[in-house]
């Protein structure tokens, strides 16, 4: 994997506070050498910051997840090494998936997947962090009434684009994942909401490797029902199909 691709599957709940003086923190999970790793290996969870354009290491905790001994244990070891980042709402790592990927948006982060030294992704994740932001900032004035940007308009096409494929009569598809992957900008609920709420479908096939915490009470809202199916055995990814209750 060459860049950096966002892991998230919709806007987290809470957003992490930045530094009052305005520099910019990212934390990720790296080893020794500071190469990216996943929580799957012993590592360290280093907080970096940046001031006049320059990264730093600026804090350090040792991190190995023990995974026998229930799900409690490991969000207990996650929040002693990372709930206590002052002003980080940025995290990075290695194949972030699954309940890993959930607990540090549940944190209030905003995570990103890559290989190779740390300090060779910051800039990236750091310039894709101030895309999103923005489009999010247009799309808000948008809602609002204000006349949309060109962030805004460029937003809207994108989502346009990335929408559910049909693939039969009132049966339609869409790979969550890899979207997300292809546009860090955008977020589950910027893809699937609009798609919901329009309705005049049967039966829609959401590819995912986590359902995004919002989709229970929006399905609820919907007289919508789903149901999880396993896409491939051995594949972290997983289909949700949703349809009419009843």
């Not at 190995?64 to 995290?91: N, P, T, Y």
């Not at 910051?122 to 808000?140: C, G, H, P, Q």
């Not at 919002?214 to 919508?224: I, S």
């Amino acid at each position: 994997m060459g860049g950096c691709s966002s892991s998230c599957g919709g806007a987290s709940a809470l957003r992490r506070a930045p530094a009052p003086d305005g520099r910019l923190r990212i934390a990720a999970f790296v080893d020794a050498a500071g190469e990216l790793i996943s929580f799957f290996e012993p590592g360290f969870v280093r907080l970096y910051e940046r001031a006049d354009g320059r990264w730093s290491c600026v804090s350090e905790t040792s991190l190995a997840l023990e995974r026998d001994h229930g799900l409690a244990h490991l969000k207990s070891q996650l929040k002693g090494a990372i709930g206590g980042l002052a002003h980080c709402g940025v995290f990075i790592g290695q194949r972030l998936r699954g309940i890993h990927n959930v607990l540090l948006e549940d944190m209030g982060f905003h995570n990103w997947e890559g290989e190779g030294p740390v300090l060779a992704k910051l800039d990236e994740v750091a310039e894709r962090e101030a895309a999103a932001a923005r489009a999010a900032a247009a799309a808000a004035k948008e809602a609002c009434g204000v006349c949309p940007s060109a962030a805004a308009v460029d937003t809207a096409a994108v989502v346009i684009e990335t929408a559910p494929v049909k693939v039969g009569d009132g049966h339609f598809r869409l790979h969550l994942t890899a979207v997300l992957n292809s546009h860090p900008e955008l977020n589950s609920r910027q893809l699937l909401i609009p798609f919901l709420n329009a309705g005049g479908f049967d039966r829609l096939d959401i590819v995912c490797d986590h359902q995004p915490r919002w989709l229970a009470q929006e399905l609820d809202r919907l007289q919508l029902a789903a149901v999880a199916e396993p896409l491939v055995q051995g594949r972290r990814e997983f289909t949700i199909s949703i349809g009419r209750r009843g």
